[in-house]
C-alpha cells in the first residue's frame, strides 16, 4: 500500500520531491494555510484516515518554505481514535519513500514540569512511550529500518541544539525536556501526572512518540516541539478541556510560526 500511496501522491504533485515533513498538532495547521501550495485530503489518500478531532484539517500540504520543499501534515489522526498503530505512522514512511530527509513533529502537551506555563513551547530532547504498543511490532521492512533500531538519538542532537540557538536569535523563549507518550483520550488523572513526573517527563500528550520511532528507525533526523497548551491533572487546580488547547495553541501560533519558518530556513 505504501508504493500505491506514494505513487498517487506524486502523480498529484509532479516533480515536486520534499526534503521535510512537518506533522502539525492540535491547533498549530495555520502554518500549511499560509504557505499551501498543492493539498490533497486525508480522505482521498489511499492509506490515509480521516481527521477527527477539532483543529485538524485532515490535509497533506505541500510547500516551498524559505527555500525548502516541504510536505505538512496538516493534523494527525491518533490512536484513540480507534486506528491501529500502524496505520497512525504510516504517513512517516510514506514521507521517507517521498524523500524526506528530516521530520518535524509537533503536537499539543500537558505542561508536567511546574515551571512551564501554558503555550511556552518545549523542545523535545527524549521521549518516554507509554502507550503500550511499539509501532515496529509485526514483520520488519529490511529497505527501511532494522530490526532493533537503536534509540539513543531519537531526536536528533544537533537539531536540538539548532533549535535552541534559533530561538535566542529569534527572541523566542524555549523550555526543554521529555514528552510522555500516552494512549489517551482521557486527559491524565492526578496520580497519573505525578508518575510522570517521576518518571522524568515534563510534558505529555497521546502522540508523536510513535511517529518519532519509525522516524528514527528509517533513518529520518527528527525534531520535536510540544506546545504546552495546559498545566496537567494536579499540577494546575483547573479543570482540563480541549477548548482551552485550541486556545493556548493560538497564543503559541505567531512564535511556532516564526520558530518553524526559520528553523527550516536553517536545515
Request: net charge negative.
Amino acid at each position: 500500500m505504501i508504493e500505491e500511496t506514494v505513487e498517487y501522491i506524486k502523480s498529484k504533485i509532479g516533480n515536486f520531491k520534499p526534503q521535510i515533513g512537518i506533522i502539525l498538532g492540535s491547533g498549530l495547521g495555520e502554518l500549511a494555510d499560509e504557505y499551501c501550495e498543492t493539498a490533497l485530503n486525508y480522505s482521498d489518500i489511499e492509506g490515509f484516515e480521516a481527521s477527527t478531532i477539532s483543529g485538524h484539517k485532515g490535509r497533506l500540504v505541500f510547500a516551498n518554505i524559505n527555500g525548502k520543499n516541504v510536505v505538512m501534515m496538516q493534523g494527525r489522526y491518533h490512536f484513540y481514535e480507534g486506528h491501529s498503530i500502524q496505520k497512525v505512522v504510516f504517513p512517516i514512511k510514506v514521507m521517507k519513500k517521498l524523500g524526506v530527509e528530516t521530520v518535524i513533529l509537533t503536537n499539543a502537551a500537558g505542561g508536567v514540569n511546574p515551571a512551564f506555563n501554558p503555550s511556552d513551547l518545549m523542545i523535545i530532547t527524549d521521549h518516554i512511550n507509554f502507550m503500550g504498543v511499539n509501532p515496529l511490532i509485526g514483520e520488519n521492512d529490511d529497505n527501511m529500518g532494522l530490526r532493533f533500531p537503536d534509540m539513543s538519538e531519537v531526536y536528533t542532537p544537533e537539531y536540538v541544539e539548532l533549535v535552541k540557538k534559533v530561538g535566542d536569535s529569534i527572541g523566542v523563549d524555549l523550555q526543554e525536556g521529555v514528552y510522555m507518550a500516552l494512549t489517551g483520550p482521557s486527559y491524565e488523572t492526578p496520580a497519573e501526572v505525578k508518575m510522570a513526573r517521576v518518571l522524568g517527563a515534563d510534558a505529555v500528550g497521546m502522540s508523536t512518540a510513535p511517529e518519532a520511532i519509525v522516524a528514527a528507525w528509517a533513518g529520518m533526523k527528527v525534531i520535536g516541539i510540544s506546545c504546552i497548551c495546559n498545566s496537567a491533572a494536579g499540577v494546575s487546580t483547573v479543570g482540563l478541556s480541549h477548548e482551552d488547547v485550541i486556545h493556548a495553541a493560538n497564543v503559541a501560533k505567531n512564535r511556532f510560526k516564526k520558530l518553524v519558518t526559520e528553523v527550516i530556513s536553517k536545515l
